[in-house]
């Protein structure tokens, strides 16, 4: 295959030399004051997980003043379209690890910087969807389409949301069997192409015992006590040959003071592979680690006993892409043609949803730079940018016109 050239004999070069398409991908250059203004406007608008509902009211009103058909879904995502399925999906999560508490905190520094929680992970990729979403009435309306497209911009992707709000649009929205694709816009950097999906199990692990004094109770069963074990004992798995995969406690809380035996301790767990049979083996060392503390716990105590429960609260199935994907040969074909370095990853993101369902689905960056993500000092740089966004506005207009790559 020709480096210029994707599936089906679609040339990138005589796509992007189209004159309304050349002028449209010169927007984004043109227009990158404008995009920066929106970009920093979004993320003055906090969304942390669960609560994204303000933010998705202003993505509403963007879309609308921008032409698009505009609304909620049930789920709390919002869906923004110009026409009838079947559809291409350009999605990007709401949400964000942190919130700005105030308006100050998303800044910009003297050398173009923009700083503060959210400005990359995902302000980037949302301000990808507003710069689609003004261009696109300008690209060609005579281009041969077998699809239109769908703008989301999703909740529930960070953390515990647990892709609530990807999982309502694959599975449960009256949308859902309408949308040949998905091309999800998570952050800036353009280097990767997410085909693999990181599977991720996560669970809530407590202990609970009577509680008492310190010394006049001494030797009750202790739900801290047992808690450290069941820690300690399921730190020591080893993760030796097979799929790759880590896992980690990331909280531990429990007590009320230093001379009280505890009544409850609890803790998270984290646990990630590329093989949902391997998390389903980590999972299963968890629960033995548990019972194994539980047990030695109640073995030491001389009084009342502790018992311990595992409870599953977040679930991201792994999935992969084929290495022969349309969607795939659409973007390295697109990367060539606008020299960019690119390297398929795996990661964690929107896209694990659609891929675990067998549908085509890459994640990718936005353009620009950008570092800290889930942190207060997260930063973006906007420089480049708009490589970052004609490479999508081109990735697009191939996926429009061959959605599942069938045509031949």
Known sequence: MAANTAPAGLSIHDIAEAREVRDCLQWFTREKQWINEMHLQLCRVPAPTFLEGERALWFIEQFRSLGWDAAADRAGNVIASLGDGPYVALTAHLDTVIAPRNKDEI??????????????????????????????????????????LLLVANVGEEGEGNLTGMRHLCKQAPLAKKIGAFVVVDGANTDHITTRALGSRRFEVAFSGPGGHSWSDFGVGNPVHGLCRAVALFSETRLDGGAKSALNVGLIEGGSSVNAIAQTARAKVDIRSESNEKMDELVDLLAGAVDRARDLENQRATAGKVTAKVKEIGSRPAAALADDAAILQYIRAVDSHLGIRSHVDCSSTDANIPMSLGLPAIAIGAGGI???????????????????????????LLLMRDPNGNRK
């Open 107 to 148: 800044s910009v520094e003297a050398d173009g910087r923009f700083h503060g929680p959210g400005v990359s992970d995902n302000g980037a990729g949302l301000a990808a969807l507003l710069a689609v979403a003004r261009v696109w009435k300008n690209c060609p309306k005579t281009m041969d389409r077998h699809a239109n």
């Open 370 to 396: 950008g570092g800290g993500a889930h942190t207060p000092q997260e930063w973006f740089r906007p420089e480049g940018r708009d490589l970052g966004l004609k490479r999508i506005l081109l990735l697009l």
